[in-house]
């Protein structure tokens, strides 16, 4: 079992910056990717960013690319996301996510979850 806390969310206006962390326990070492998804009202869950635990891959949905960054910190088992020149539509609840087998981006994908750490950009 592993277990995901997430931290880091907030309030922040349009154009300004935000780092969410995620922090892995339990059988961490045993995980093939960490990724982040996210959902806003009234939408479905979707994917935003994917790292490898044990190579330097990354992979950024379209949406995001240029402005969110996922990066590790593998002795502390934690995942991050830099989010920079946040805008309205990326208000949502952000979810820290875990893999056993192979990238998921589609939350049916997904193993573990975290429970969830709101972000709202003001306009």
């Known amino acids: 079992q592993v277990q995901l806390v997430e931290s880091g969310g907030g309030l922040v206006q349009a154009g300004g910056s935000l780092r969410l962390s995620c922090a892995a326990s339990?059988?961490?070492?045993?995980?093939?990717?960490m990724e982040w998804f996210r959902r806003a009202p009234g939408k479905e869950r979707e994917f935003v960013a994917a790292?490898?635990?044990?190579?330097?891959?990354?992979y950024h949905a379209d949406s995001v690319k240029g402005r969110f960054t996922i990066s590790r910190d593998n002795a502390k088992n934690t995942v991050y996301l830099q989010m920079n020149s946040l805008k309205p539509e990326d208000t949502a609840v952000y979810y820290c996510?875990?893999?056993?087998?192979?990238?998921?981006?589609?939350?049916?994908?997904?193993?573990?979850w975290g429970q969830g750490t709101q972000v709202t950009v003001s306009s």
């Open positions: 996510a875990a893999v056993r087998d192979r990238l998921a981006t589609t939350p049916a994908q997904v193993n573990y």
């Open positions: 339990g059988s961490a070492f045993s995980l093939y990717a």
């Open positions: 790292i490898r635990w044990s190579l330097r891959f990354t």
